[in-house]
């Protein structure tokens, strides 16, 4: 099937270009399919004569269109467009050719006569195609079974293949290759009847594989077709064949793709290569079987990979990638079968398997871009293909291959205009079954005007005509799975009748989910305008399985929803909720239609009327009850700020629509108020004590049995959950007993079993509506069979013995089968609309559905919310989800597409609200849930007066008594008291209450602003005469003040004077900081007519900038309360004051005000509660209208409705205090360019907000605040309050230095509510937060409100320390927190994408806990090794002791760049460190259990435990890569070992023993050499400076404890000897001794461990060998200058100054010490001490002083060597000098020489000996370095005592534990055990050597080459260092 279209040539293009002419060229675009032709140059008459194929699965559509676009081809930028032409398909769909000679249009929809385009077009349709040949590639036996692929039709085999006819075309096909394609004959024959095909086919045989090739032609085979010939339909016969043309496209097109499929495998060489195969699993519909748990298991290539199992579900979501991996030859790949199940994961059974659907690799591959995207497969049996469609599955498969790139899956594609059955896979030989969807529409209601009405109001003022036109024509499309059809046109009607039938031929089962229906208004002139549009699901007015039915529907009417009714000349910029994209925002009518679904045959007819029996049984269903709407309107706040009074408006359906002339008026709004700043973040209107009410009467038909029946499943569907979620909540806290809550969620299944008994009860003792529908009939039966079932399955899950997690899992099903009850789509009651309203201008609105608030005197049958307070939050996009009532609505701005464009819209509100929806006999019940308050009905008028010199009725713009708009005439006298009620008392001055607040009411500053404003003739220049300018408002208005009745005065800035108790706090300034010049003038043409610009041109004649000046509150208690009472005494006198009569009023009388109105009210009482309350004034002329062909007269009288209040006067108000507990939050929302934000939290509660802390750079802060809220004032029964609270409200925004506050967003809560403080506190627990449609980040808090009326209120938290002082989280409520060690170990970067166009080239970590932040070293390049040099990081930190409070763990990877700069390139989030947490005393010391620990997930921490091998002593076995090989069998460590490069870790284990030589570890005994590097050196180019590199020789030997002997053997002819090991420590104060020290006299090596001899206790299996001996430390024998011959001494020259004074240059002022800044000091006697100077130090023994001391002056110091300081202690020395400077020094050096002296020599050498003898080392302070001369500085000297031990047991180990020390036992919580914590000693062991060899070492060093340079000239002068040893030499 195949569109064939010949591009011939265009005419008078359009010239675009301004030198020469266009050059044009013409796109096609169809299905979403692209071609091209060339570019003629230079020419605006261009000849083509270009053809092209479009491949049309499955057959066009006769509402399929052709989109063509001509284009001008641009060498540099972009194309531009010449025309468009949009061909309608419908004539070459049936006649099969089609000419065009059409005008294009331009770029904005207009025709152009003069341009045109000519085309022909050929369609080859599937009855006029012949059969096609068998592919090479056939089905093979025991592989996949064909397939059906709508992209084209089977394909001609090779000289192996011999094909036959079939699929879609009818004919046949003979024998025949590739070549020979369309040999053979025709075949069997096929019909089309509407847009639904139906073809045969021939059949033939395969030579090779003795495989049916006709039927089934191979996997690629389109099959949509049965065998057979000709059928009539409707008296006509298709005829059989192919004409020429579309046989010669056919032929090249199957020719091109045969050589494509070959082209494309013949590029693959033939060796194993690369492929991965990807399957997009997205979604199933039309699932065969009851309520199944679907699962999808795909085998590739015998690799399983499954899906996640979406649980209750016919109609199953995934959006599940999976992936597989193949390396082999091309061939072979393809030829592995795809072989994709749908299991129902529930049943372990054999018949687990829903269907399946199979082909091969290769299949996928043939296809253009190697991929299918969103193909649907028709699932089958495969043991019985012959038993139909299973189901359907959409998939995406991609088979890439090398070089290719994967095509994009999106999850979600419109499916709207698509013809999903052609969109279908199938196998061959399974076909579906033809249907026919007949879809009745009846008629409409309500439709809103369309079309303006210029001529009726002409012939209105003419008198001329008597019919008054409904100004819509309306007529009604359907859709459904791609095809279409409409019902006729009938003009001017609001309420249509058309009685049309629609007959849709369809596919059974068919994979699309919903009839679309589509109300549009007939234009003559332009496009079809849309009014609404509405849906049905298939899935709620049919069922699947055994017991299951087709759809059905109706007769019922379905609302109509989309953009706001009234009408606008201008374009409706909400029109996109018209089409249905969105949900619609307000309604539009509805429409009465009946679905039918048959099978068996294709209908006759397309369209017909509707029978009369049919007609007849409808108007059953048009019965209408009279129902009443209430509503009292508790509080509205967080109002955003609007420049006009608000009013809410509550409609059902078009009753209540104040804006609608057509709709009866209605006691539908509240009071216009004006919004109330909180003095903190929200605005309010000031309802206090007098809550509006509304009540709207309406007639619906009778829909009692359908909502009482849902609302019924919904009360029980609550509880079950209810108790679910509590289990669930429970079941998270760590000390939970899984006993109780087995028990806990065993009681809500009894519940629930009580429910299901009571329910099926209900279903069969309630009748059935005198008229009901066939739906109506078989949805009851669903629901008593499946509450049934239902009711089974819970009683044996009692009875059975089940773990937690299975009674939850089943608990679940329960849940989301029953979900699936809770739908009724026959509900014809329209929503409630609740509309905020400012002017005339509607700004917020919210959907609720009506059946959630009827009322039933069932309470299991009630609405969820009908008669309860409630405070719920709504957006626009999920009402259709929502299936309870969403009373205290969260208003959102109407049409919005993209919920983030919120943050610009006004017209958001919450509200809170009593809605009441019943049957007009229930109406008294309403009234009972009026938390306390009574009705009270008022009739509304308002005086109005102007002030011309004085106040009256003279200038007045209205009438002088009006409603609140002073459009209506309504003077007091003229009220008549509507029929049914009757006065209760006079007029009174009722002001309304939201005048009392000015603009800045809460504020104690307010900016004041005005406008100067000049104008000039044309091409004159501005004036700098200031008394030239005139002064206004910001809306242009003259500031003008009444002289007398004849003059007026214009005031200027100085006239203006601020407000009674306000001051101005400073002068008038041009406010520069906008879109202004220098000099903060703005420029226009004509205000009026443009906006202003922030620059002057010449066409400018105005020009105004914006003054301004700050007032400030007085605070004198005199003028406030001079204030005060003035205010009460206006409010009592009730007027209120504007500039003009049209602006927003205020209570304060103005200078500059003209216009003062106030309210007069009048209650009425009811005498007949049927009796409207409607005024008509008296005096008013009954104007009536007859209407063409009606006998009743139109009231078009002004008419006025009653307010309706709820009143709370004399009745005393409940006082609460809120108490927030913000503790903190994680995985908010990054707002700034870091990554990061500063986020705050604003709380709205009612009319009460507050604020909390800004916590900086953060997307995981921590608050740890308490917001309190005192004194709050809530009206009704605390019960009540307890039972229903008000609802919190938490904004969370990100401060900005600049601009406004970015929102990131909200969570919606509910306090606790306490009457004591034996009430239960709340608990600190995770709220979601919400951001428009998506979760970011959560939220640790707790909230309560506390009745505070004089009982016991707890204390105020505690306050944190200065300077913040806010409370804080009290304990009890605040985490317990414990000290906890974090060891992540960060292995380094790999795949950085490139930031801010740099790449990331140094990063490192910033791990962040609860407030701790800690970082790795960062790596010096990436492209060199991107592992990190320091990898593990180990930190302590605060943590919440209950881990469901563990806060998150913040990665973020920073790139250490240029100049200073690290920005953050990326980070992450685990939300809870939970599931990381390891107990310390669960780990052995062993090194056994280190590695089990090490090998076991890479998300796991190990703690650090002492005394086990740490994690860089642990080895592991690899041999390759370890990454090679998915599921190797190498843990994370040791593939991070290998990373890195650690051969020693990553090879065998090289040091362990084995009695078997082979397996021995090669380093096992043997002495090695290792060289040892400093830690943390980042670059090895850095260790040049470092200190810490060593080369060792050492033998290691590592083996089980009963080889231990083995060791021994080992250390080449060695003695090992075992000391135990003590100092004898002195100091020297005056002589040396005891006296002074700061250590013990003996002691360990360290000197904190107090070990004398005596304590000594040899250990048991141990004993002495010898006394205790004196054994120096050898080092000692070295002094730091051996081996030199000249040697630097230092001293240090230290002055202090006092503050302000000058430095000293007397030396005996200094005092000298050594670098470390402690004094030169030598003991004179016990009592004395003297300060040395360089003048007392000597050289030591052996050496002499070679010059004098000097000063150095070659280090960082001034002139003179001096470096100066504040204070050494705190902070660094500086080469410059300060005032704050109060120390410094410089340094002084002297060289020293040895003596060469033999006897000196001789005399040094013997008294070295000598002082090794008694073993003494010396030292200045006793933790400095020690060495063996003493110095004359020296205070400390020490000796090392050994005595030898021998074993007696070798398996005793060797610990002291000295006498005289108390063995500390701690018993530790669940230990047996006791810890020692005992002074331990262990002793030193060494391999001790008598004898020894002498060697020689001779290195021959010859040459180097290609050495690195290290001079700049490119070139070195080397030499060699030779180490060997503990010897080295150099060479030249």
């Known amino acids: ?321 999976l992936y597989f991996h193949f390396k082999d030859h091309p061939q072979a790949v393809f030829d592995k079968v795809l072989e994709i199940k749908v299991l129902n994961a529930k049943v372990v059974m054999k018949d687990a398997l829903i269907g399946s659907f199979k082909m091969d690799v290769g299949t996928v591959y043939d296809e253009p871009e190697h991929c299918f995207i969103h193909k649907w497969l028709l699932l089958t049996d495969p043991n019985d293909p012959s038993a139909g469609a299973k189901g359907y599955l959409k998939v995406s498969i991609n088979v890439i291959g090398p070089g290719d790139d994967p095509k994009p899956s999106p999850s979600k594609a419109s499916q709207e205009n698509v013809d999903i059955e052609s969109n279908l896979l199938r196998p061959s030989g399974v076909s579906l079954q033809a249907g026919s969807m007949v879809v009745r529409i009846f008629r409409a209601e309500d439709m809103p005007q369309m079309d303006p009405g210029y001529f009726e109001g002409v012939k209105k003022f003419l008198h001329v005509g008597t019919v008054q036109k409904e100004l819509v024509d309306p007529y009604c499309t359907v859709n459904f799975a791609g095809h279409t059809g409409k019902t006729p046109v009938i003009w001017n009607e609001q309420d249509p009748i058309w009685n049309h039938q629609l007959n849709l031929g369809i596919r059974f089962p068919s994979m699309c989910e919903r009839i679309r229906f589509q109300i549009k208004d007939k234009d003559k002139l332009g496009a079809d305008d849309y009014i609404g549009t509405c849906f049905l699901n298939l899935s709620e007015i049919s069922a699947s399985g055994e017991d299951g039915y087709l759809p059905t529907f109706g007769p019922c009417f379905i609302n109509v929803y989309g953009s706001p009714r009234e009408f606008s000349d201008l374009p409706d910029k909400y029109d996109h909720l018209n089409k249905g994209l969105i949900p619609g925002v307000s309604y539009r009518g509805r429409v009465m239609v009946e679905v039918d679904v048959t099978l068996g045959e294709l209908p006759a007819t397309k369209q017909e009327p509707i029978k009369t029996s049919d007609l007849e049984r409808a108007t059953n269903f048009l019965r209408r009850r009279k129902y009443k709407l209430y509503a009292a309107l508790d509080s509205a706040t967080a109002v955003q700020p609007v420049d006009a009074a608000v009013e809410f408006e509550i409609s059902i359906g078009n009753y209540g629509n104040k804006l609608d002339t057509n709709a009866p008026p209605q006691a539908s709004t509240t009071q216009p108020t004006n919004p109330v700043y909180d003095g903190n973040a929200f605005y309010f209107l000031p309802w206090m004590d007098t809550k509006p009410c509304v009540v709207v009467d309406s007639m619906w038909e009778d829909c009692t049995y359908r909502i009482e029946a849902l609302n019924m499943l919904l009360f029980t569907l609550d509880r079950l959950e209810g108790g679910l979620n509590r289990v669930k909540l429970l079941a998270r806290e760590d000390d939970v007993i899984i006993d109780n809550l087995k028990q806990l969620l065993c009681r809500t299944l009894s ?110 049958c009630r609405g969820k919310m009908c008669g309860k307070f409630q405070t719920i939050f709504l957006t626009v996009s999920n009402i259709n989800k929502y299936t309870g009532v969403l009373m205290n609505a969260h208003l959102q701005p109407p049409g919005v597409e993209k919920l983030e464009d919120l943050e610009d819209q006004k017209g958001g509100a919450q509200v809170r609200l009593l809605l009441w929806l019943g049957l007009e006999q229930f109406q008294y019940e309403w009234a009972k849930e009026a938390m306390g308050g009574n009705v009270a009905v008022y009739a509304e008028t308002y005086e109005n007066q102007a002030c011309f010199v004085k106040w009256g009725t003279t200038g007045l713009t209205r009438p002088d008594w009006s409603d609140a708009k002073g459009k209506v005439k309504q003077p007091k006298e003229a009220f008549a008291v509507p029929d049914g009620w009757k006065w209760d008392g006079d007029w009174f001055i009722n002001p309304e209450l939201s005048i009392a607040f000015e603009a800045d009411e809460g504020l104690n500053e307010w900016q004041e602003d005005i406008y100067e404003n000049q104008i000039r003739a044309p091409f004159s220049s501005w004036t700098n005469d200031p008394t030239k300018s005139y002064w206004s408002d910001v809306r242009g208005d003259k500031l003008i003040a009444q002289e007398n009745e004849k003059e007026t005065k214009e005031l200027t800035r100085d006239d203006i004077q601020p407000p009674e108790g306000w001051r101005w706090a400073g002068d008038w300034k041009v406010d520069k900081n906008r879109a202004c010049d220098e000099e903060g003038w703005e420029y226009s043409i004509e205000p009026s007519l443009s906006g202003y ?119 005393t108000t409940t006082k609460y205090q809120l108490r927030a507990y913000l503790y903190q939050a994680r995985d908010m929302y990054s707002a700034d360019k870091t990554g990061l934000s500063d986020p705050y939290c604003v709380l709205g509660f009612g009319r009460y907000s507050a604020r909390s802390r800004v916590v900086k750079e953060s997307v995981c802060p921590t608050w740890d605040q308490t917001i309190l809220i005192d004194q709050i004032k809530l009206f009704g029964d605390p019960t009540t309050i307890r039972e229903s609270p008000p609802k919190i409200l938490l904004n969370f925004f990100d401060k900005d230095t600049i601009g406004k506050d970015e929102f990131i967003g909200k969570v919606v809560c509910e306090p606790v509510v306490r009457f004591s403080t034996k009430d239960p506190a709340p608990r600190l627990d995770w709220y979601p937060i919400d951001r428009y449609t998506k979760t970011e980040g959560e939220c640790l808090a707790a909230f309560e409100l506390l009745l505070d009326e004089g009982g016991d209120v707890p204390f105020e938290p505690p306050k944190a320390p200065s300077p913040a002082r806010h409370f804080i989280v009290p304990s009890g409520i605040r985490p317990i927190l414990q000290k906890t060690r974090i060891e992540v170990l960060c292995w380094g970067v790999r795949d950085m994408k490139r930031f801010q166009l740099l790449p990331v080239e140094s990063p490192y970590v910033e791990l962040e806990c609860g407030g701790t932040v800690a970082q790795t070293k960062n790596i010096q390049k990436v492209s060199r090794n991107p592992n990190f040099p320091d990898p593990v990081v180990t930190f302590d930190v605060l943590l919440p002791k209950e881990q469901l409070h563990a806060p998150p763990l913040n990665i973020r990877i920073v790139d250490k760049r240029a100049f200073g700069r690290a920005p953050m390139v990326g980070t992450h989030i685990i939300k809870s460190v939970k599931a990381f947490f390891v107990e310390p005393n669960a780990v052995q010391q062993t090194l056994k259990v280190c590695v089990r620990l090490v090998k076991s997930s890479s998300q796991q921490l190990t703690p650090p435990v002492e005394g086990a091998a740490g994690l860089n002593d642990i080895a592991k076995p690899i041999v390759a890569d370890p990454d090679a090989s998915k599921g190797s069998g190498f843990d994370w460590w040791t593939k991070y070992y290998y990373s890195i490069g650690d051969d020693q870790r990553t090879q065998e284990d090289s040091l362990m023993f084995s009695e078997t030589s082979r397996c021995r570890g090669k380093m096992c005994g043997k002495f090695q050499t290792i060289f040892l590097t400093p830690p943390g050196v980042e670059k090895l180019e850095n260790l040049e400076d470092q200190k810490g590199g060593a080369q060792v020789r050492l033998l290691l030997w590592l083996g089980l404890e009963q080889f231990q002997s083995e060791w021994a053997k080992e250390a080449i002819g060695g003695n090992v000897a075992v000391y135990a090991e003590t100092y004898e420590n002195q100091a020297c104060f005056v002589k040396w001794g005891t006296t002074g020290l700061t250590r013990p006299d003996w002691s360990d090596a360290k000197g904190k461990v107090k ?113 100066y300081s504040v204070e050494p202690g705190l902070s660094g020395y500086a080469p410059f000098e300060r005032n704050v400077h109060l120390c410094r020094r410089r340094r002084w050096v002297i060289t020293r020489l040895r003596l060469t002296d033999p006897k000196a020599l001789e005399k040094k050498t013997q008294k070295r000996k000598k002082a090794i003898e008694e073993g003494w080392e010396y030292a200045r302070l006793a933790n400095l370095p020690y060495h063996l001369t003493e110095h004359s500085l020296d205070l400390a000297r020490r000796r090392r005592w050994h005595r030898k031990m021998v074993a007696l047991n070798a398996g005793k180990p060797a610990v002291f534990y000295f006498e005289g020390e108390k063995k500390k036992k701690d018993k530790k919580k669940g230990d047996e055990g006791a810890e020692d914590d005992s002074n331990a000693q262990v002793p030193r062991l060494y391999l001790v050597f008598k004898d020894h060899h002498k060697y020689q070492l001779r290195a021959y060093l010859y040459q180097a080459r290609d050495m690195y340079s290290a001079d700049k000239t490119g070139l070195s002068d080397p030499y060699c260092v030779l180490g060997f040893g503990r010897y080295s030499a150099r060479c030249v």
């Open 1651 to 1763: 070990q004398p001899k005596e304590a000594f206790a040899v250990p048991d299996g141990w004993k002495w060998d010898g006394d205790w001996f004196i054994n120096p430390e050898l080092s000692i024998a070295f002094e730091a200058d051996e081996g030199l011959n000249e040697w630097q001494e230092d001293i240090y020259e230290n002055q202090i100054r006092a503050p302000f004074s000058s430095w000293t240059n007397d030396p005996t002022k200094s005092y000298w010490s050594d670098v470390r800044g402690d004094k030169l000091i030598a003991q004179e006697n016990e009592k004395e001490t003297k300060e040395l100077t360089r003048d007392d130090i000597q050289p030591p023994e052996g050496w002499r002083w070679a010059g004098d001391w000097k000063v150095d002056k070659n280090r960082a110091c001034d002139e003179e060597g001096w470096e």
């Open 751 to 860: 519940d629930f079993i009580e429910d299901l008994v009571k329910d099926i009860r209900w279903l069969d003792e309630t009748p059935l509506p005198q008229y009901f529908t066939k739906l109506d009939k078989l949805t009851k039966d669903r629901r008593t069979q499946e509450l049934k079932y239902l009711l089974g399955e819970a009683n044996k899950v009692l009875t059975t013995d089940v773990s937690l997690e299975e009674l939850i899992g089943e608990t679940e099903d329960y849940v989301a089968r029953l979900c699936l009850q809770t739908t009724e789509p026959q509900n014809a009651i329209p929503d409630v609309v609740i509309w905020m309203i400012s002017g005339n201008k509607r700004i917020g609105s919210c959907r609720i559905p009506a059946s959630s608030l009827m009322f039933s005197e069932t309470s299991r």
């Open 1093 to 1211: 610009a922030p620059f002057e041109r010449n066409v400018h004649l105005c020009r105004r900038r914006r003054w301004v000046i700050t007032r400030l509150r007085l605070t004198d208690p005199k003028a406030l309360e001079k204030k005060t009472q003035k205010r009460k005494k206006a409010i009592e006198e009730g007027w209120e004051y504007a500039r003009l009569a049209n602006l927003p009023y205020h209570l304060t009388e103005h200078s500059l005000d003209l216009a003062r109105r106030r309210r007069w009210h009048r209650k009425m009482v009811a005498l007949n509660a049927g009796k409207p309350a409607v005024f008509y004034f008296e005096g008013e002329k009954k104007k009536k209208d007859k209407k063409k062909g009606d006998g009743a007269d139109k009231d078009e009288r002004n008419a006025q409705v009653p307010r309706l209040y709820l009143v709370f006067k004399g009745q």
């Open 1 to 321: 099937m195949s569109l064939l279209v010949a591009v011939k040539s265009a005419t008078n293009l359009p010239n675009v270009e301004r030198f020469s002419k266009s050059d044009p060229f013409c796109v096609l675009l169809l299905q979403g399919k692209k071609e091209k032709t060339k570019v003629i140059d230079n020419n605006l008459d261009p000849v083509w004569d270009e053809r092209f194929e479009f491949q049309a699965p499955g057959g066009l559509s006769p509402a399929e269109v052709l989109k063509i676009e001509v284009y001008d081809h641009e060498v540099v930028g972009k194309n531009r467009i010449l025309g468009t032409l949009d061909l309608q398909l419908r004539e070459v769909v049936q006649k099969g050719r089609m000419s065009v000679n059409s005008a294009l249009r331009s770029k904005t929809g207009e025709v152009m006569p003069q341009s045109k385009i000519q085309l022909e077009l050929v369609y080859t349709s599937p009855q006029r195609e012949g059969g096609r040949g068998g592919d090479v590639r056939g089905p093979r036996v025991g592989e996949a079974s064909g397939v059906a692929i709508p992209a084209d039709g089977g394909r001609g085999g090779d000289a192996s293949a011999s094909g036959g006819g079939g699929g879609v075309v009818s004919g046949g096909g003979g024998s025949g290759g590739v070549e020979s394609i369309v040999s053979g004959g025709g075949g069997g024959g096929g019909v089309e009847s509407g847009s639904v095909v139906s073809g045969g086919g021939g059949g033939g045989n395969d030579v090779d594989t003795d495989i049916a090739g006709g039927d089934g032609i191979d996997e690629t085979e389109i099959v949509t077709g049965e065998e057979g010939g000709a059928e009539e339909v409707g008296g006509d016969t298709v005829a059989m064949g192919t004409d020429t043309v579309s046989a010669s496209a056919k032929v090249k097109s199957a020719r091109s793709k045969a050589r494509q499929r070959s082209a494309a495998r013949s590029r693959l060489p033939d060796k194993p290569l690369d492929f991965q195969v990807r399957v997009h699993v997205i979604e199933a519909r039309k699932l065969i079987g009851g309520q199944l748990n679907a699962t999808v298991k795909v085998v590739c290539g015998g690799d399983i990979k499954e899906s996640a199992t979406k649980k209750g579900s016919n109609n199953p979501y995934w959006d599940q990638m």
